[in-house]
Every structure is written in structure tokens, then in C-alpha cells.
């Protein structure tokens, strides 16, 4: 039985449990006898609990235990000051194959594999022949592909699952699609090959070891210049790939954030980066409310707090459901 | 004949014409020899033109011609100076029924009979009893109605044609409809009643006589307060209107402009209102772009000049199409 | 004697004292045996305090505790690492009629019915038939009149008492007075009409039951949407009430936040509106000083901690006084 | 008879007339004979007039004509491309005496006497001896005085008149006097003496020669600088005026325009500077709005055209009126 | 005798002149009589001039003049309403050799072979060996090297003359060579590096023909984005080129414009990214300074008028001097 | 032996130490018996520390320990839940020379007499002869000379040492002279003594006793102010120093933040006073990032938390060197 840290809180003093956990903080302290304890904070993907190993086995080599590493806990509940506290009885590393991942790190909601099937689908219905080959020519690379499905949309912000990439990408191209079936003027095939490559870049932007995290990478460059590169050096593998519509299509990654106050290093200029723009806005900010009704709210109704990013407190008083 | 003035900037010195034009300024003016004579700048939807009536007839009144009116002239052109200023031979006002208000003002590419059509049957979609009754009250109310069909969305910015209101609100209706596929969460009835209902304001905001204008109640107050004004008294009329579902409904409509800069009194704080905000965003941004497109190129390509509110120039080599 | 939690944190260790108690947060906890004890935050207009009720009667029901509760408590301190944490002898709920509300909310300094009659006295003074009228039908309103003096100014950032609505009111009208005397211009009797009925949707933004909060209505329309539609319905119960009137009249109530960042819907574009809202926020603004100085320094002097409105730390070295 | 320009534009062509003007411009053009003719900008407090000097004598010297000169017209009105472009016959300096500055500057519609004595009063009412002294130290000073009686509030925005400063001056004071009144925890005497010389430095920020202007010291330093820096400089005459007060004199004057974007170098951080800085708010704006419905609209109804500073038009159906 | 636009406005008229010319506009125009004319606006880099072929040749073919072409033109003065307005008597197309480019284009103060010679001198400091190989693998590629000494800093707000990006490339690194003398920490062959590398991207964005223009690449897609992926591009091609330096100068690259809204896509976020973009501020700043008071003031002294992008007037009353 | 904070930090529980302090925080609490102890907060500048006096001797004056006040102490390591929390065994105030300030307060990493030196060789350099006698009235001026050389650059942001503000002067001349070593059209004595004297009124805005604090004046009027006041009347004591060359001088300090949303009330308007902001910006700036990765990092590598007030976390994989 693998614990969860949200129903830790909720035991009695003294009962037992055990379950794996990554290591987010570890401290060696020293008793007043001189004998050194470890005083740990751990998580999974319901919150982090702070945890003391009191009385380690004497031989024990303490310092093993390192900030990310994954543990198996056996321990029992304390309250300290009317806190919970656990005790920890035994501490060991996991095995690769004894835990899920899961328990660290939420999945898209949707079925990766159907969802990366309606991707190719898509790709299919691409007739400019520059295009569909840019597109084939990523999306049939295997490196590419399996980073582009486990992909999370962001850290925090929204669509924060393995697969959440994957997810958004298909929600801003169905958004675009509208708009270009009502709008004549736009480029269709230049507008969903954009939609579908706005965020390519964060293949290399996020870590997901057990958790997501941005690399320095994407701290100190970003997706949106790493998936320009990426996109402008894969063009170059493609004889003939005129280059006008290089630059349109460059333009619409760069800028798909709108405002330079978003990271964006151009605003749109083309009918094309507009539609794109505001599309990515939509699909990204519902789905962010969303998370911020689901983390805040689990299935109550209501007030959330305000919202660190978008400035607000959020109102629902309806039911979160996924069902097709 | 009824000449437009764009066609008139390209005669030759000399060249009869004659049409019917709308008076943005006039003055009286003297000759050395004390004789009146009339300075005007006259309109249609193609542009403004300077024109003299430089020896109107001994014994005309010519404190009868005011701005707004709509004359018949018959004229020639002269250059002055290389620059087109042509003279006129005759001018009196137009009956009623002599020209059409197109020469004045652009309609909406889509049919307006249509629409409206289409606008009533996304209605009866709607299952909550109190939302329909209540845009059956409003849409049904030949009033309302008659102004709403033709509405323009704006002055200048997206939409500025007779019909106008009609055309955006179908637009944001079919982005709401995706997004309320895609996010189960939505409540679709009230997102899609927000979104049909959201710039009813207008109808107060413009007046379409022979140019689009904005009325002082829409310079002073504006749609966002009128419009929830008139949608809060007749959900009045409704009895039983459960009053959460009033409040919502209004917090979207007073929210959808999504940023107090734009002048929305509230930020969104539901998902619905979020949704609204930026479908709203998303199909007024690409018809803003469009416009700008079709205004500065007409069927060129390249650059536009930097267009005045959202501070981009834009590139367009496609087609401008309206082909369904 | 009914402690105030200010001098509660003064007491020393084992000093038994009673009072009343909103509880603001409330825990049912486990001791190691299974045996449930009671962890809540309770607070009067002075502070909130952490209290423990450790061991209640066997037999009693704890969950009838909620939040937003009164209660009567016998309890001694107790020093928890030096930090005061009491421990409960005696809970029980109040009745309505053992204690007085202002143990929980501060009123205004002034008083309530000498205020209300110089409202009516001013009321009295307005010329404009229409404007006096309109005011009439408001304030001999029962329901509204009653609600208005009791309604705070805001929630936090001034006037947060009850009755400051009244007392700020009054403020901005005096300010008013100066300035229509100076400026013959301004259209006195639609000056000070706005003036006092700027913010009059505040009593539907604010619940005062024991404590100060906003409503849902409040947080989702908002006092300036609520206001005008109040204004704007009484309006249309009047005979003849001048169109014109009623629009420059609800333009000073929606523009008197004056920019768009403070939620004005509208930016002042009259000589009443534009006077109006800087009355009020010069109104406003001293009195916010004033409070932050208050709750801060109490009677002493020197830096205030930075406002977390106004972004600085203020500076006193005067005496807080409301003598007359 | 000194004809103001705002009448020579609606002469008929052939009209003789005279006057005094400014030089704004002028070049020594050549006729394709070689003989040299003038063309002038001239101006009064009424408005710009070009004006061409066509045929001076054979032996004047064109070059002692300069930009800033006073100059004596006589001519007569041509009309060219139907524009006014009067022809000189005989032009000559302006002696000191002949002509009023009245034609180039207005001057504050209230009587300056009056006003200064008023001024004077007031000072008379400071209790504490170091502010009075102070105030005395500086209005008794006949160079500081005789030039703050004349010094205008501004060039463009507001009280941009002979006179202005002293007229806003008191307008600040009134209003201050009145919050000073409501809120006792105000020193009075400390606000009414920073109200009083809240924009002292202006008289080192215009020139007003035949026009307003901001001289160097006014664009390079500022009259916040500039007024803290002599008030400072007085104070430091002054024994035993302490330490304390001196600052929070000063920190009122540096913080009076309240936001760092306004070139204030301090947000005000005492009740006596934010009460300040919004009285002076107060009084600027309402009547910058008032001289831009002058300007606009002279004796007419409705919209002004947007206000350069303000961002918005103005709407006005009133009379503007300055009657005691 | 090749006339410069600047003097032929201070020519008389009847004076003959010849020269060469970019024609900037052309429009075909008819006599009343139906003979065509030609109406242009020609430039140089002292000014624009409008000009008229008032009688070209009966059989000339006058489609053959496009804007952008470079002619040579026989012409005399005409005054026009006081306005200069040359008549042409002769207009044909220049020779490629006939005329010098720096009639239309200004080239950088200083010597182009000389400061290349300096930068490649300040390449053979780099110690770095990964790093001094990229600045070789880019600057001695020829087509790289002739574009980049070529190429301006900017269309119009500094360095924008022929060699700009050279001069002001040398000026960043002068200045970064004291940072990293006094700012130990600071890895000086990195920064250098970037500094020498930081506007690369620019030799696509401006096009240099006859004048300064932006390319649509350098519009769409920015000098940030193709100098980044160009010196992406660069270090791939160098084997063991360290991952995390490569990292670490692409962010001085991405981040050296400082704030997002200036189009930087990334805040510095390491020592030598904030010293570049404040080195960067530091000489663009000054130069673009002094570009507008040369511009505005030639040789005089006073205030210019306010810089449109600066957004304050300057005041200069020195020399400009170049003199070492 | 003085013990640092940081190392009292890693000591086991019971260890005993022995030092000076100073109070940050002190309360007077009672046990339950009624006896009192202490509860304090103390500080050196490698952190603070909570420590009790469980047992201060019955007759002791416990009200004679202030907060500001220096402190010997001898104490034990007590573990409170986990936490260091020693108690102290005695506890006495210190005599002046019994401790160095540099145990509370770091002293720039440069030698002060040799930087003083260094800045009096510059002002020899200075040819202008009012500019060379206004630097050397102020810094030959003992007062102003021994205050200046202790004063810090900020209190928290860069240059937060014991002279650091003659560290930051030094690096800001360094940076001007390549400038206007570049830029010939700069009045270099003018920049130079800008440079000199742009932070001279921070040596009334620092407290420096034990701690950099900022003081009331500070606070209210700011160094921008106070430091132009100082130069302003030093400037009037040298005979006929050109009031032209005062005020571009003064300008130079009024406008050096650049921007008024950093206090500056003037924007730079002359080259010089463009060239001193920036060069201001580079040092402190690059200064900044390096002091917070000292704090942050101290030798480590990797990335610091964000720095609070340029709002980025700083990576660094470098060595922080102060070598020559």
C-alpha cells in the first residue's frame, strides 16, 4: 500500500504507513549526544510532508540520500505542536520497477497514443507539400516524437501532465481550424502546421525526471528560440522549401506569446500569427483556470485563492468532468 | 451614373461627372468681388474629396447646403497644382429614394437574413429554460431585433460594416462551441448565451445614418454598461430566474473585454468568462487584421502601413476570400 | 468582562480569562488514542489567536463548531515555545442578544444619524427638480437607507468600518462643495448628486454580518455595474426625467474610479465627472493614510510597515484625533 | 485698431486691416527676378497667420526682422487656393508702449491684487512661528513676490494664464483648508504653508516675455528642484526652525505630483503630502478641463476634440462662467 | 556639378542645376489636354525634393520610371506658392558608374578597414579556444565578414550609416574590456565574444541599396533570432565545443536588448548577459544622442526637437567633433 | 573567539560559544511562575539568530537591553522541534572598543585610502577651472570627505559595504572616461565631475552604526535631491561659476536614474547626462548581480533564488574573484 501525502495529514497520531516518496529537501542534524539524525522533507504529486529519521541504524551511511532521489518509507505519525510530523522506522532507495511514476506526476487526461494518432491524422490533411514534409519530417523522427507525447505544457501554469504538450497542441490546432474554415483569407495549411509546431520547443525546455522541472536550457533560452532552431534546421533538410514561406512560418513561432511582455520576440504580423496568437491564448487560459479550479477546489465549489498568475480568484460552482 | 470618388481621383483634367456624395464640411466663402461662393469636402465610402462651387447661380441660398447632407452634384474636374480639385456645374440635395446607403457605408460579406436565421437556431440549442426564454425575450423583441441585425461591431477597428455585430457574434459563437466541446467543465449554455449576448450593448453605442458614429450614451457610458443593463432588466421579467445564474451571466458580459485597460470593469473569474474573453479576442483580432489588409492593399500585396491601434504593420501575400 | 484578544497576548502564562470569539478556522484533530480535540483560529476586531480545546467532554458533538461562528469561551494561556497559545475550559455558542457586534467590526467615528440627517439636509438643497427627486426616491427608501448607513467605505483599504460608506460620502461631498463654488462652470446640483450617490452599489458588494466581506455579487459586478443599474432603474420611475441628464449622471458614477485600472469602465470626460473622481480619491486616500497609521502605530510614532495598496511606508509623528 | 487674426480669417479678400503681432517665423525668399520678398508667420493670442511681405522697398533691410519680434501690419487679405494669405504693405517694429502684452497672453480672469492680499491673510492665520516666519521670509521678498504674481501654472495644461500660479494656487489652498478641517490628525499649518508653496519653483520654470515659455533651468531642473532648493535655502535663514520640520515641509513640495511617472522623485509618505498631492490634482485637472472646453468650444455645446495630456474629449453643454 | 537636395532649396529661382536622384515616388498625371506628365519625389541623403516633368518628349516611355531607380536629372527652379518645385528639362536612367553611393547613404565616421583589422586584432585576445575558433570560423568567412562591415546599426535611431554595426561593435566591446578588468568574476573571453557577436543577426536585417531598409526577414523574424540561430549554426560545426558554453553565450545573444519590451525574448540572467546589455544601452544610447543633434542642429547649438523614440528633447551646446 | 551566526548554525546541541551581537528584536516575557526572561533576535552580518535568556539573575535590569544595542553573550546550543534555539547563560552590553564594526558590517573589497586616492588624481585631471575648485571645495572639505568615504552605495541592492558608495563613484568614472574618450563631443570635465559627484547625497541617506539603515531624511527627500542641494550651494560659493554650466551639471545628478519610475524627476536631456545613467546602470548593475550570487551561492555554482529586486534568478558556474 503506497501512501498518499494527502492522506498522511488525515491519520491519527501513531498510525503506521509506507509508500515511496522523492527526496525534496535532507538535512544530516547532530542530537546533543553527538549521534546525527536526518530531518527530510518529502513529496508525490498530492503535497510534501516534513519527516525526521530520529534514530538511524548506527552504521548508516547518511549521506546516500540526496535532494531527487526516490525513497521507500516505512514510519509512523507523530504530532508535534499539534503538526504532523512522522516518524521514519526504516529508509531505503527504491528500485526503478517498484514504483510508478504516476505517483509523482500527473498524465494528460486523454490517451496519449489516440491523441498522437489524430496528430499524424492531421498531418495528412496538410496539402502544401513543404509543409507536410516539415511535419513528417519531425513528427516520424523517433527521438522527436516519443519527447514531443511525454512533453508537459508548462511547469505550473497549465497543462502541467506528462502528454500536456500533446494535448494543448491538438486544442489550439482544433481552435485554429475553425477559424480558418470561417476566415478565407488565412492560409490554412500554414496556420495548422503553425498551431501544431507553436510550442515544439519545449521538448527541450522541461525535465521530467519524477517531476517537472525547466532545464537551464530552457531558463536561459527558451522554447520559443529552441523550437525556431529546431524547425529552421529541419527546413533546411528540405530542398526547395521556398524560403518566403520559411519566414512566415518562422514568424508565427516567434511570435505566438503576442506581447514582448510574454517573451515574445516579435508581435504578429500576419494574419496567420494573429489567429495563432489568440488561438494558443484561449486553449492555454481555460485549461489553466481548470487546474487552478481542480488544485484548489479538489470537488467543492466555490472561491479558489487568486490565482498567482492571472491575478484573480476564480468562481465554480459546477462539476470538473472529462467525459467525452 | 453615380461616380465613386476613388474612380475620380484618377480622371483627367477637364472630365464631366456626376453622383451623389454626403457633405463632411462646408463654407461660404467670398470672392475679391464679394460674390459667394462654396468650399465643401464631400464623402462617400471610397474616400473624401475637396470640391468649389465657384459661381453658384446669382441667387441661390446657400446656407441651405449643412454637413451630413446628401446632394446630387454634376461637375468636371480641374487640377490645382497637380492636385485633383474639381469645380461644380450644379448641386442639390437627393431625395430619399434617389441613391442607395451602400455608395455610404459597406454592409457585412455574410447575409444578413441568414445569419439571423442561424443565430435563432443556435438558440433553440439551448436546454437551460431560463437562459433561452431569456434570448427568446430579447431576440424575439422586433425592436432589439431590427437594431441588432444591423449593428456595426465597431467604428474602426473589426466590423465596421452594417451588420457588423451580427457577423462577429456568429464568429465568437462557433469558437465558444469548440471550446465548450473540449472542456466539459464549461457550462455550454451559459458560455453560449454570453457569447450571443455579449455586445448587445452596441445597439446603443452606434448610429448608422449615412456613417457609422458613436452616440453620446456610447461615448459616455458605453456598450458594456448598457448591454448588461438591458439583460439584467429582462431577466427581471423572467420569473424564477435563479439569481447565480443572473449574476454569472452578467459577470461574463461585464468581463469580456478581459483586461481593465480595455475597459472592462472586472476581470474574468469564471471559466465561462475566461472562454468569452478570448474567442471574443481571437475573432475580432483576425477580422481587425483582415480589414486592415483589405483598406491598405486592396488586392496588392506586401506591407501595410502600421495599423493605428494594434501598432504592427501587417504582411499579407495571400488572397482576401470570401468564398464559402 | 468580554477580553479583547490584544490583551490577551499581554497575559501571562496560566491567567484564566472569558470573552466572545468569531472562530475564523476550526480542526478536529486526533490525540495518539483516537481521542478528537479541537485546533481553531478565533478573532475579534483586535487580532486572531490560536486556542486549543484538548480534551472536551466526552459526549460532545464537535462538529457543530463552523466557521463564522460566535462563541462564548473560558480558556487560560498557556505558552507554547514561548508563543501564547491558550487552551479551552469552556466553549459553547453566544446567543444573539450577550454580545455586541462592534467587539467584532469598529464603527465609524462619527455619528450614524447625526451624519444620515446632513445627508437629508443637503439633499434638501439641490435645486433640479429631477435630481432631487431621484435622490428622494433613494434615500426615503427604506430598504436602501437602512442598508446605506450601515455599509462600510471598503473591506480593507478605508472607510473599512461600519457606516463609513455614510462618513465617506459626506467627505466627498464637502470637497465637492468647494470646488463648485470656485468653478461656476460645474453644474453643482449633478455634482453633488453624484457625489452622493457614487458609491451607493456598495451596499450589495459588501456583507457586514459579524465581520466585513465581500459578496459574490460584489466580486463578480461590482459596486460601480450594481450602483448605476440601481440609479438607472429609479431613474425610469420619474416622469420626464431629462435623457440627457441621466446619461451625464451615470457617466460620473461609472467614471469615478477615474482610469481604467481602478475598473472605471469609463475615463471622465465631463467637468462633474472628472471633479467627482478626484474629490473622491482625495477623500479616500487621506482617510486610508490615516487608517494604515492607526492599525499600525496605534498611539505611537514613526514608519508605518509598507501599505499594501499604496506601496510606500508612511511616516506620523502627530496625534490621531477626531475631536472636533 | 488692432485686428485680432481670429477676425482676419473670415474677411473678405480685398479687406484692409492693422495691428501688432509676433514674429513665430520668417525666411528671405527670392522672386526669379532676384529680388527678395518676406514670408511671415505671424501671431497674436488668437491664433497663426501666414503673411507674405511681396514687394518691400528696393532698400530695406529684410535681416532686422526676427523670430520673438513685436511688429506693426498694415495689409491687405488675398485669397490663395481659396486659403487666407494676406500681402503686407508697410511693416515696422513695434515700440514698447504702443501695443498691450494683453494681445499675446491672458491673464488669470481673477483680479491679482485681490487675490495676493487674500494670499496674504492666509498666511496671517499660520500659528506655528518657524512656517509663518518661513512664508513671511518669502512673500515678503519683493523680487519672489512681484514674479509669483505673474507666473503662469503652465504653458499648455492648466492655468496657462498671467497669473495662474497665484490663481491655482489659492484653489489648492481652499481645498486643503477643507480636509484640514475634516481630519484633525492633519497638521494644518504644515499643509496650508505646502500648499502654498507646493509650485514655487515655477517662477524660475516660465518665462513670459510676449508668451509663456519654459525656459532651460524649467526643461534641464524643474520647478519641484528648483521650488525645494529655495525654500530649502530661506529655511536655512531662519534660526532654530527644526530639523524635522523642514523635512516634512520638504518632502511634502518633492511629492507633490504624487507618482513617479509625474517626475516626482518621492511618493508621498505623510498625511500632509498625499492630501496635498490630491488637492492639487483636484484643482489642475477640473480646471484644465475647463480651459480645453475654451478653447474647444468657445460659446458652443458638445465634444471637444481629445485632450492632448488628458486622453479623452470632453463633452460640455453648459456655460462656462466665472461670476462670483 | 552633382547637386545636393539640401542646397537647391536655397537656390533662386530660374537656376539651372543637375544631379542624381532615387526616385521615391511617381505618379503619371494628365494635361487637360490628355498629354501626360510626370510628378515625383526624389531624394538624396541631405532631403526629399517634389519635382515635375512638366513636358517629357512626345514618344518618351514614361512606365520606365519605377520608384527606387536611380536617374539623372537636368532641371531648373520654380517657385510654387513660395514653395521650391523644380520643373525637369532632361531625365534619364544613371549608369551603374556614374555616381557614388554616398550621395545616398552616409558611411561611418571612422575608417571600415582599419576598425576590421581592429576586430580581428581583439579576436587574437580570445584565450578560449572554443570561442576564438567561432569568431574565426565567422569572420573569416567572406561573405559573412563583407556583409558585416557593411552594415548599419539601425534604420534611424543609431549607427545608422554604412559600417554602423562595425563601429558600434567595437564601441560595445571597448567598454566591456573595463567591466571585465574590474569585475574579476566576470569571464572576460565570453563576454567579449558575445559583445563582438551580440548584433551579428543584423546583416539580414537591413538591406543597404541606395538606402537603409528593414528586409522582411529582418521585420518578421528579427536580428535576435537569426544572429542566435546563424551562431547556433556556427558552433555546431566546431567539435567539442563545450554544451554549456554554447548555452551560456546564445543567452547573452537572447537577452542583450535587456526588458521584453524591447524584443529581447530573455532578461539577462548571468553576470556577462548584464553587462553586455548594459554596455549595449550605453553606446547605442549616446550615439543615437548625438546622431539627433547633428540631424537637428548641424552645426548650431540649443535644443533639438524631441527624439521620437527617446522621447525627450536635447540640448547641446558643444561640438560636434570626430577628431581623435 | 567571536562566533559567527552562521557557524553557531552547524554546532551541536550543547555546544557552547561565546560572542558579540546585536539586538535586532527583544521582548520581556514571564514564565508562568510570573518571573520574566528575554526573548531576543541578534544579528551579525552573516545572519540573525533567536536565543532566550530562560534565567537571567533575579535582580537583573532586563529593560536595559534596547534593540540596536551590542551585545556580549555566552551561550549553549539548545534543538527546538529540529531548530536551533540557544539559551544564553550571561549576557552583558559591550564596551566600544571591545569588538570590530566589521564583525556587523562589511567594508568594500577595494583599500579606502588608496580609492580616495585614486579619486583625488582624477579631479587633478579636471581642466575646467570651476568644475576642478567645486570638487575640490567638496571632497578637501574634511567633513564631507570622511562621511563620503564610509558612506555604502544602497542598503541592500549593490555596493551595500563600508564605502561602498566611493567603489561604485570609482567604477562609474572608469566607465565615463572610455566614453568620452569615444565620444568626442562630450564635455568630458563635465561628465567626469557628473560621475564624481552623481551619489554625494547618499552620505545623508545612510545610517551606518552598526547596520546600514536609512535615514528619515532618506526616506523622505531622497540622495537625488539632497546631493544636488549640496552641490547647488556649493557651487554658489565659487565666484563666477557659469550659471549655464551649473544647471547642465546639475541636470546630470537630477536625471542620472534615467527613468521616473526610479525617482529620477528629469529625464537625461544632454549627452552627458545620457552617457553618466547608463555607465550607472553598468556598474551597479553588474555590481548587483555579483553581490547576490556571493549571498545566494557563496562558492557554490548553479542558480541563486530570484533576486528580489531585478526579478530573475542569476545562474553562475564561475569563481567570484577579487584579484588584480
Redesign the interface.
Known amino acids: 500500500m503506497d501512501a498518499l501525502i494527502r492522506d498522511i495529514y488525515k491519520m491519527?497520531?501513531?498510525q503506521e504507513f509506507e509508500g515511496f516518496f522523492i527526496i525534496e529537501n535532507v538535512e544530516i542534524?547532530?542530537?546533543?549526544t553527538?549521534e546525527p539524525y536526518l530531518?527530510l522533507i518529502v513529496s508525490d504529486r498530492t503535497g510534501t510532508l516534513p519527516i525526521?529519521w530520529w534514530k538511524p541504524p548506527k552504521d548508516a551511511d547518511l549521506t546516500i540520500f540526496k535532494k531527487g532521489d526516490v525513497v521507500f518509507i516505512k514510519a509512523y505519525v507523530e504530532?508535534?505542536?499539534?503538526n504532523v510530523q512522522p516518524k521514519i522506522r526504516l529508509m531505503r532507495h527504491a528500485e526503478k520497477n517498484e514504483f510508478k511514476r504516476e505517483k509523482f506526476i500527473r498524465s494528460s487526461r486523454f490517451n496519449i497514443d489516440e491523441q498522437f494518432t489524430k496528430l499524424l491524422e492531421i498531418i495528412e490533411t496538410i496539402q502544401n507539400p513543404y509543409l507536410k514534409k516539415l511535419l513528417e519530417l519531425i513528427f516520424y523522427d523517433d527521438e522527436i516524437a516519443s519527447a514531443f507525447i511525454k512533453t508537459p505544457g508548462g511547469k505550473f501554469i497549465h497543462h502541467a501532465t506528462i502528454g500536456g504538450l500533446l494535448e494543448h497542441t491538438l486544442?489550439v490546432v482544433?481552435?485554429c481550424e475553425?477559424?480558418a474554415k470561417?476566415?478565407?483569407?488565412?492560409?490554412r495549411d500554414l496556420l495548422i502546421t503553425a498551431a501544431i509546431l507553436h510550442d515544439l520547443g519545449k521538448i527541450d525546455e522541461y525535465s521530467i525526471d519524477m517531476a517537472i522541472d525547466r532545464t537551464?536550457?530552457g531558463?536561459?533560452?527558451?522554447h520559443?528560440?529552441t523550437g525556431?532552431?529546431l524547425i529552421?534546421?529541419k527546413i533546411d533538410e528540405i530542398e526547395g522549401f521556398p524560403k518566403?514561406l520559411k519566414?512566415?512560418l518562422?514568424?508565427c513561432i516567434?511570435s505566438h506569446h503576442g506581447e514582448?511582455?510574454?517573451?515574445?520576440?516579435?508581435?504578429?504580423?500576419?494574419?496567420e500569427a494573429?489567429?495563432l496568437h489568440?488561438?494558443d491564448?484561449?486553449?492555454s487560459?481555460?485549461?489553466g483556470?481548470?487546474e487552478h479550479?481542480e488544485r484548489e477546489l479538489g470537488e467543492g465549489k466555490g472561491?479558489t485563492k487568486r490565482h498567482f498568475a492571472?491575478?484573480?480568484?476564480?468562481?465554480?460552482?459546477?462539476?470538473?468532468?472529462?467525459?467525452e
Chains 1, 2, 3, 4, 5, 6 share one sequence.
Not at 504530532?79 to 499539534?82: A, E, S, T
Not at 531558463?219 to 527558451?222: A, H, M, N, P, R
Not at 514582448?260 to 494574419?271: A, F, H, I, R, V
Open positions: 491519527p497520531a501513531g542534524k547532530k542530537h546533543r553527538g530531518r525526521l504530532l508535534f505542536q499539534g486544442g482544433e481552435i475553425v477559424v470561417r476566415y478565407k483569407s488565412i492560409d537551464d536550457e531558463i536561459l533560452l527558451g520559443i528560440f525556431s532552431e529552421s534546421k518566403k519566414i512566415k518562422l514568424h516567434l514582448y511582455e510574454y517573451g515574445s520576440p516579435k508581435k504578429p504580423k500576419t494574419l494573429v489567429a489568440y488561438a491564448a484561449l486553449d487560459k481555460v485549461k483556470y481548470e479550479i472561491w492571472y491575478e484573480v480568484p476564480i468562481f465554480f460552482d459546477g462539476e470538473i468532468s472529462y467525459e
